[in-house]
C-alpha cells in the first residue's frame, strides 16, 4: 500500500504561481507513475499532469505552458510548479500514484483557489 500526502494549496490571485508537492510512501518499486487531477464542483475529476518514473511527462492542454511536475525518484516526491494560475485553475488537487503491485493510491487534496 503507498500513502501520499499533499501540501501547498492555498489562496492566491489571478496570474499568480503556486507549488503543490507530493509525498509517497510504502513500498513502491519498479514502473510506477504519479501525478496530480484536479476536481472542481459539480464537476468530474480530471488529470492535471503525470510523470513515470522514467520521466515521461503528460500534461491536460488547458495547462500546457504554465504548469510544470517534475519528481525525484530517491524521494518519491512529485511537485506541480503552477504559473500564470487563472480562475478555472481553482479546484481540489489530488495526488494519484499507480503502479501493477501497488494499484492506484490517492492523497487527500489540497485545495486551490484562485480569485480576486
Known amino acids: 500500500q503507498v500513502q501520499l500526502v499533499e501540501s501547498g494549496g492555498g489562496l492566491v490571485q489571478p496570474g499568480g504561481s503556486l507549488t503543490l508537492s507530493c509525498a509517497a510512501s510504502?513500498?513502491?518499486?519498479?514502473?510506477?507513475?504519479m501525478g496530480w487531477y484536479r476536481q472542481a464542483p459539480g464537476k468530474e475529476r480530471e488529470l492535471v499532469a503525470s510523470v513515470s518514473s522514467s520521466g515521461s511527462t503528460d500534461y491536460a492542454d488547458s495547462v500546457k505552458g504554465r504548469f510544470t511536475i517534475s519528481r525525484d525518484n530517491a524521494e518519491n516526491t512529485v511537485s506541480l510548479q503552477m504559473n500564470s494560475l487563472k480562475p478555472e485553475d481553482t479546484a481540489v488537487y489530488y495526488c494519484?500514484?499507480?503502479?501493477?503491485?501497488?494499484?492506484?493510491?490517492w492523497g487527500q487534496g489540497t485545495q486551490v483557489t484562485v480569485s480576486s
Open positions: 510504502g513500498n513502491i518499486f519498479g514502473f510506477n507513475i
Open positions: 494519484c500514484y499507480s503502479s501493477y503491485r501497488n494499484g492506484v493510491s
